[in-house]
T-cell receptor, first 107, second 118 residues
């Protein structure tokens, strides 16, 4: 099974900041890497798929990059509604494992 | 739209069946993925069932305890988990991929909280 590791596990930032979350896979997932945002008590929302493709309706301040085993999610100009938990997930081979999550909190 | 059954409390050793009723699309065109999340923890991909032919793919750790099925006559997917243990306490989500990228989850049910407690 492919293990997904996110860093950091938690992050404090202020409105207007730029933050980057990293996701590393234990083996290559090519570009089959997705990012989700989850708020408390809600199902996750898809932000980015295939490493860098922004899901329809997602603000352009979200961006993704990477390939192979290392990927990043960048949020520029943080807004109050962006404070949430973020998960990466590989959809290259089953089981389609998730990272452990990165909790983004307001500083 | 995916609408799940309500939460329940089960005793250790019991079984639970969670339903996921789909609407707004052709049920047999997509599979249903099940993901669970223990309280305060991350997401765990449990498995997938085809809406077309019922083919399944389960995570190794749940094989033998989990069964995922579909009923195309009612557009409903089911997830049964047997021999429940405390670590199975979690919110269980059903989910569906998108039309362009079926393996990428775009649509989620509201979640069903299963509590395993004596």
């Amino acid at each position: 099974d492919i293990q997904m590791t996110q860093s950091p596990s938690s992050l404090s930032a202020s409105v207007g900041d730029r933050v980057t979350i990293t996701c590393r896979a234990s083996q290559s997932v090519v570009h089959y890497l997705n990012w989700y945002q989850q708020k408390p008590g809600k199902a996750p929302d898809l932000l980015i798929h295939i490493a860098s493709t922004l899901q329809s309706g997602v603000p352009s301040r979200f961006s993704g990059s990477g390939s192979g085993t290392e990927f990043t999610l960048t949020i520029s100009d943080l807004q109050p509604e962006d404070f949430a938990t973020y998960y990466c997930q590989q959809s290259y081979t089953t089981p389609y494992s998730f990272g452990q999550g990165t909790y983004l909190e307001i500083k | 739209l995916l609408v799940q059954s309500g939460g329940v409390v089960k005793k250790p050793g019991a079984s639970v069946n969670v339903s996921c009723k789909a609407s707004g699309y052709t049920f047999t065109d997509y599979g249903i993925t099940w993901v669970r999340q223990a309280p305060g923890q991350g997401l765990e991909w449990m498995g997938w069932v085809s809406g077309y032919n019922g083919k399944t793919d389960y995570i190794e750790k749940l094989k033998g305890r989990v069964t995922m099925t579909t009923d195309s006559s009612t557009n409903t997917a089911y997830m049964e988990l047997k021999s429940l243990i405390a670590d199975d306490t979690a919110t269980y989500f059903c989910a569906r991929g998108g039309s362009a990228w079926p393996k990428v989850i775009e649509f989620w049910g509201q979640g069903t909280l299963i509590t395993v407690s004596a």
